[in-house]
């Protein structure tokens, strides 16, 4: 007889254990009565081809959550390797919402109007196609309205893997 499994594990050893799996950074934003709110996120994923869809998961413990369910149309802005400052600046918690974008280079997205990071790799508009609970964070699939790439797409991206945001170098 095969054992039941059971048990629960520890959250900072599940952490440590997903911490290797190397992931790419973007910012996520959204409008919530004109105001632009924004997160970094790493948990980000294709779905679909026909529809586009992706996912995003969302904490259900930051204002970002609320604001995205609230409006239904986002954004994704895949980061270059040189903006890890901005991945750490919508990362921390309890910056000002009216100021937060004070500074960063920002278009608004052609189809939702949501901030676009400027110097991006790619940047996806999406509006939610369904939302599904996970735990702790809402699992948000979108459909992408629109979508573009950057600049220089080819250059390198950053990625978060130990704990620590790393350059992955272009071609």
């Known amino acids: 007889m095969t054992p039941e499994p059971s048990g629960t594990v520890p959250p900072e050893e599940f952490r440590a254990a997903l911490s290797q799996f190397a992931a790419g950074i973007l910012i996520m934003s959204t409008l919530q009565d004109g105001v632009?709110?924004?997160?970094t996120a790493n948990a980000f994923t294709s779905v679909s081809l026909d529809p586009p869809l992706v996912l995003v998961c969302v904490d259900k413990g930051v204002r970002m959550h609320d604001a995205v369910l609230d409006c239904g149309y986002w954004a994704v802005s895949v980061l270059a390797a040189d903006q890890q400052e901005l991945a750490a600046r919508f990362a921390r918690s309890g910056r000002d919402l009216y100021s937060q974008f004070d500074g960063v280079a920002t278009e608004a997205?052609?189809?939702t109007g949501c901030?676009?990071?400027?110097g991006s790799l790619s940047w996806l508009e999406c509006r939610t196609w369904a939302t599904y609970e996970g735990g702790d964070h809402t699992i948000v699939v979108g459909e992408v309205l629109s979508l573009g790439l950057g600049e220089a797409?080819?250059?390198g991206a950053l990625v978060h893997h130990?704990?620590?945001?790393?350059e992955l170098p272009g071609r």
Do not use: E, F, L, Q
């Open 36 to 39: 632009a709110h924004a997160m």
């Open 109 to 111: 997205g052609p189809k």
């Open 115 to 118: 901030p676009v990071i400027t």
């Open 153 to 155: 797409p080819n250059a």
């Open 162 to 166: 130990a704990s620590h945001y790393r």
